[in-house]
C-alpha cells in the first residue's frame, strides 16, 4: 500500500515536471517568457474571457463552466474575490465607473459588480445566450451579443435593459469605436460586420468579411484606425483599415481562434485558440506582422493583457498542477524568439499551410463556405481583397 503510494506520488510528479516542460518548450516559438503559474480555485474545467481593471489592479476571469466570476488581484497574485455567475462568459471592467459587467449565459442575464467590494448591484436580462460585451463611454451604455438568439442587447450604466437590436445572424463579439462612436459587431452566420449607430441603436451599415468562415472574434485599435477580425472556421486573422472601411491583410492562426487581446504601448496582438495555440502579432501602420505562433497549453483560448506591466495572462483549465492554474507570461524582444521545437511544429494545432481550411472546427458549426483561398506571403501574410466558440454547457 505504501509502496503504490509512493509509486502513484512519483508518476504524479514526473507528469507535473513534463507538463511544465512541455509547456516551456511549446513557448520557445513565441515572444513571451514564463514569469509564474498561479493555482486558481474551482473545478478544471472552460474558462472564457477575462478584462483587467487598472484602476484596481484586478483580472476579472470568468470561470465559465466553473459557473463563477473571478476577481484575480495581480499585485498580490490572489484570487480575492469568487462571484456566482452561472456559466459566465463575457466580461468587461470599467474603471471609470467603478463597476464591472458579466454576461451569466445560462441564467441569461447581464450582471452589474461594483469592482471594488465585488457586489452584484444588478441583473438584467440578455437574451438566449449572452457572450461578449462592449462598453460606449459617451452614452454609457454596455452592448452585449445574444449569441444565438442574433440580437445586441443595450444595458443602461445602471445595469437596466434599454433594447435589442435585431443583427440577422449569430452574433459574435462586440467593440466599441471611439473614432467613429460606432459599435461593431460580428454577425457570424453573414460573415459580416454589423456597423451600430449607439445613439439611435440601429444598424447603419453592413461589412461583407472575405475569405472568412464564421467570424468570431473582433478588437478594435480606435487610437490607429484599425481592427482586427478572427475566422474561426478557416483560422484566419483580418486586418481592417478603419479609415477606409477596406481589408487590409490576412495572416494565419491557431485552429478555432477565440479570445484576443492587445497591448496598446507595445502595439502588440496576442490571438489565442481553442486549439491551444497563440499568436503574437505586432501591429503596423495597415495591418500587423507576425512575430510568433506556437502551441501554448492544451485549450488555452483566452488571455489578457496588463497594459501598465505588459504581463499577458493565461487562465489554463489544467495547468502543471493539474488543475486549473493561471500562466503569467512577460514579453520578450522579437529577436529573442528561439524557433518552436520540432514536436510543436508538427502539431496539428498549427496551421502549417498559408490557409488553414478550417480543421479542428468546434462541434455545432456547419461547414459554410471558406471562400476563395488567400494567395500566401512572406510570413504567412496574405494580401486580402478589397474562443463559434465551442459551447460546453
Known amino acids: 500500500m505504501h509502496t503504490r503510494r509512493v509509486s502513484v506520488f512519483a508518476a504524479g510528479a514526473a507528469a507535473a515536471c513534463v507538463a511544465v516542460w512541455v509547456a516551456a518548450a511549446s513557448a520557445a516559438g513565441l515572444p513571451l517568457t514564463e514569469v509564474v503559474r498561479v493555482a486558481l480555485p474551482g473545478p478544471a474545467n472552460r474558462f472564457d474571457y477575462a478584462s483587467f481593471d487598472p484602476s484596481t489592479g484586478r483580472l476579472w476571469i470568468s470561470h465559465m463552466d466553473g459557473d463563477q466570476l473571478l476577481a484575480f488581484d495581480t499585485r498580490s497574485r490572489k484570487v480575492v474575490k469568487a462571484i456566482p455567475a452561472p456559466g459566465v462568459h463575457g466580461v468587461i471592467a470599467v474603471p471609470a465607473l467603478g463597476r464591472v459587467y458579466a454576461s451569466a449565459t445560462n441564467a441569461r442575464q447581464v450582471l452589474t459588480i461594483d469592482s471594488h467590494s465585488g457586489e452584484i448591484l444588478a441583473r438584467a436580462p440578455a437574451g438566449q445566450y449572452p457572450d461578449g460585451l462592449a462598453y460606449d463611454a459617451v452614452e454609457r451604455h454596455v452592448f452585449v451579443s445574444d449569441e444565438s438568439g442574433g440580437v445586441e442587447t443595450v444595458i443602461s450604466a445602471a445595469g437596466k435593459r434599454i433594447g435589442t437590436i435585431p443583427l440577422g445572424g449569430s452574433a459574435g463579439n462586440v467593440q466599441y469605436d471611439a473614432g467613429s462612436g460606432r459599435i461593431l459587431v460580428d454577425v457570424q452566420t453573414r460573415d459580416q460586420i454589423a456597423v451600430i449607430d449607439p445613439r439611435t441603436n440601429r444598424i447603419v451599415r453592413r461589412l461583407s468579411v472575405p475569405n472568412c468562415a464564421n467570424d468570431h472574434s473582433l478588437y478594435v485599435d480606435s487610437p490607429h484606425r484599425l481592427a482586427f477580425v478572427t475566422c474561426d472556421g478557416n483560422a484566419t486573422l483580418l486586418t481592417l483599415d478603419l479609415r477606409t472601411m477596406n481589408f487590409t491583410g490576412a495572416y494565419g492562426v491557431g485552429t478555432s481562434p477565440d479570445v484576443l487581446a492587445f497591448d496598446p504601448v507595445l502595439r502588440r496582438l496576442y490571438v489565442s485558440a481553442e486549439s491551444g495555440t497563440v499568436a503574437v502579432f505586432a501591429e503596423t501602420a495597415h495591418g500587423a506582422r507576425r512575430l510568433g505562433l506556437s502551441f501554448l497549453a492544451d485549450k488555452a483560448h483566452s488571455v489578457a493583457v496588463d497594459p501598465g506591466t505588459h504581463l499577458v495572462y493565461f487562465p489554463l483549465e489544467r495547468g502543471s498542477n493539474g488543475g486549473p492554474q493561471l500562466l503569467i507570461m512577460k514579453p520578450t524582444s522579437p529577436g529573442s524568439v528561439t ?3 520540432s514536436s510543436a511544429s508538427k502539431s496539428s494545432n498549427v496551421p502549417t499551410g498559408p490557409s488553414s481550411p478550417g480543421t479542428g472546427r468546434p462541434s455545432g ?17 496574405r494580401e486580402c481583397c478589397g474562443g463559434r466558440r465551442r459551447r460546453r454547457r
Do not use: E
Open 339 to 341: 524557433s518552436a521545437p
Open 365 to 381: 458549426i456547419s461547414r459554410r463556405r471558406s471562400g476563395r483561398r488567400l494567395s500566401s506571403g512572406p510570413d504567412d501574410h
